[in-house]
């Protein structure tokens, strides 16, 4: 077995590992943190069903970001729709047979991968030329832009520059999942994108990337507005109450 294999293979491994118990222990983290208070932004339904699509067009169409800033809105929603559909395209990797509806999600794939890079670079160029943002901006914001960046243009010129061998990629990570190891094709970009997305894999847990599992955590975004209704108390508090 190449040695490039063998080290991709252990990569993967690890990186498979850090992301999933990374983000169990977070995730974990912010179900134990207590919300002592009702501040649900509002206006806000008072329902748990209206929350639930509260929080459904905020995940699917940024609705809070579209009130707040037209020109942020645009790019991010770009950039993380983008993300969405090269991702479903890339499960044909890691799928046999491929599902159909993933073989249907493919060509569009491809446009998919522009418009992540377009997003990305209007989200870059705000953080570098507009003062109050850029005042506010510390340096993991750059290198996570330019993570996702650098995993893009690799991916493109996949694509589009030097063609890398499709199927053997496949054959490698399906021997990964059933630990029937299958050589990776000894290609420069290949392992490039590869090592910029253990990387990411990696950071993930520890970074502002974080906000996707957090804002179904978000008390200002998941909380019901009932409070003239229900007395509200954090579980904790209410262990302490001889009223309850
Ligand atoms: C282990 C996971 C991954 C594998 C095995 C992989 C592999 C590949 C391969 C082989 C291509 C070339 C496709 C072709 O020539 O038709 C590609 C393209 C691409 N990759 Fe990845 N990649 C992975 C993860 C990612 C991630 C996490 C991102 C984004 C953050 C990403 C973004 C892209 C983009 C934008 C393209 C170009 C458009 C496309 O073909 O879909 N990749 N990837």
């Given amino acids: 077995m190449p040695?490039?294999?063998i080290l991709f293979a252990l990569l993967f491994y690890a990186a498979a590992a850090v992301l999933a118990g990374g983000l169990a222990y977070r995730i974990v983290g912010y179900l134990r943190t207590p919300a002592p208070l009702k501040i649900p932004t509002t206006p806000a339904p008072t329902t748990r069903g209206?929350?639930?699509?509260?929080?459904?067009r905020e995940?699917?169409?940024f609705e809070s970001l579209f009130k707040a800033s037209l020109w942020l809105w645009i790019f991010a929603w770009l950039f993380h729709v983008g993300l969405a559909v090269v991702l479903l395209r890339h499960l044909r990797y890691f799928t046999n047979p491929v599902w159909s509806w993933v073989a249907f999600v493919g060509?569009?794939?491809?446009?998919?991968g522009f418009a992540m890079v377009a997003g990305l670079g209007g989200l870059w160029v705000r953080r570098v030329?507009?003062?109050?943002?850029?005042y506010i901006s510390t340096p993991s914001d750059h290198l996570m832009i330019a993570l996702l960046v650098a995993i893009a243009l690799t991916g493109l010129a996949m694509k589009f520059v030097a063609h890398t061998d499709v199927v053997a990629v496949k054959a490698f990570f399906l021997g990964l999942m059933s630990f029937r190891w299958r050589a990776l094709p000894a290609d420069p970009l290949l392992y490039?994108?590869?090592a910029l997305v253990a990387?990411?894999?990696?950071?993930?847990?520890?970074?502002k990337l974080l906000h996707a599992p957090g804002i179904f955590f978000s008390p200002s975004?998941?909380?019901?507005?009932?409070?003239?209704?229900?007395r509200h108390l954090a579980a904790w508090a209410a262990r302490l109450d001889p009223k309850v």
């Fill in 3 to 5: 040695l490039a294999t």
């Fill in 50 to 56: 209206g929350v639930a699509l509260r929080l459904l």
């Fill in 59 to 61: 995940v699917a169409l």
């Fill in 107 to 112: 060509p569009f794939g491809v446009y998919a």
């Fill in 129 to 134: 030329f507009v003062p109050r943002v850029r």
């Fill in 192 to 194: 490039l994108h590869l």
């Fill in 199 to 207: 990387a990411l894999m990696i950071v993930f847990p520890f970074s």
């Fill in 221 to 230: 975004r998941n909380q019901v507005d009932d409070p003239r209704e229900h």
